[in-house]
T-cell receptor, first 111, second 115 residues
Framework: EDQVTQSPEALRLQEGESSSLNCSYTVSGLRGLFWYRQDPGKGPEFLFTLYSAGEEKEKERLKATLTKKESFLHITAPKPEDSATYLCAVQARSNDYKLSFGAGTTVTVRA | GAGVSQSPSNKVTEKGKDVELRCDPI?????LYWYRQSLGQGLEFLIY????????KSGLPSDRFSAERTGGSVSTLTIQRTQQEDSAVYLC?????????????FGDGTRLSIL
């Protein structure tokens, strides 16, 4: 069974204080790893898809990287508007539509 | 353009009642998914529809849960004889096609509370 573990559960940052979120996964043949952002009371918003180890993707202050066992979401010089819950999900080759999600990391950025 | 639309946004009902949740996917998206998000837990896959193919119902937690998709567009998730453990946020997503190349785009969900 596919498993996704995210750490830490919560992260409090000062504005401008860079940090990283971790997503460890176990899947029998990775089809893709997805990062989403979720604001309170809203549905997840798609950020990135990573397909193979060594791949990196960037969007504004966010950068996602992938290894064979984990993915990192780096937040560089965060702003208060980056406060949200960040969700990681994996998709297996054998079932390439179902997403298996981690529980998320809730990031709070203080001004 | 319009995103995935879900209704109602909130639903409070008594234990034992039936509820229907509606999802209107992004126009042109052939794949539709239902997930459930319980407090403090990750999203849990429920069901997947792709075009006219038979749906993958493997994630439905019990036979009280059913879903249909009419005309390849709007979907309804029905929960019969609701129980308190059914309380959660029910999220719908759609994608251009099924499969790993297409990201799933989510609606804002229906918050279901069973009294």
């Amino acid at each position: 069974e596919d498993q996704v573990t995210q750490s830490p559960e919560a992260l409090r940052l000062q504005e401008g204080e860079s940090s990283s979120l971790n997503c460890s996964y176990t899947v029998s043949g990775l089809r893709g790893l997805f990062w989403y952002r979720q604001d309170p009371g809203k549905g997840p918003e798609f950020l990135f898809t990573l397909y193979s180890a060594g791949e990196e993707k960037e969007k504004e202050r966010l950068k996602a990287t992938l290894t064979k066992k984990e993915s990192f979401l780096h937040i560089t010089a965060p702003k208060p508007e980056d406060s949200a819950t960040y969700l990681c999900a994996v998709q297996a080759r054998s079932n390439d539509y179902k997403l298996s999600f981690g529980a998320g990391t809730t990031v709070t950025v203080r001004a | 353009g319009a995103g995935v639309s879900q209704s109602p946004s909130n639903k409070v009902t008594e234990k034992g009642k039936d509820v229907e949740l509606r999802c209107d996917p992004i126009s042109g998206h052939t794949a539709l998914y239902w997930y459930r998000q319980s407090l403090g837990q990750g999203l849990e896959f429920l069901i997947y529809f792709q075009g006219n193919s038979a749906p993958d119902k493997s994630g439905l937690p019990s036979d009280r849960f059913s879903a249909e998709r009419t005309g390849g567009s709007v979907s309804t998730l029905t929960i019969q004889r609701t129980q308190q453990e059914d309380s959660a946020v029910y999220l719908c997503a759609s994608s251009l096609a099924g499969g790993g190349n297409q990201p799933q785009h989510f609606g804002d969900g229906t918050r279901l509370s069973i009294l």
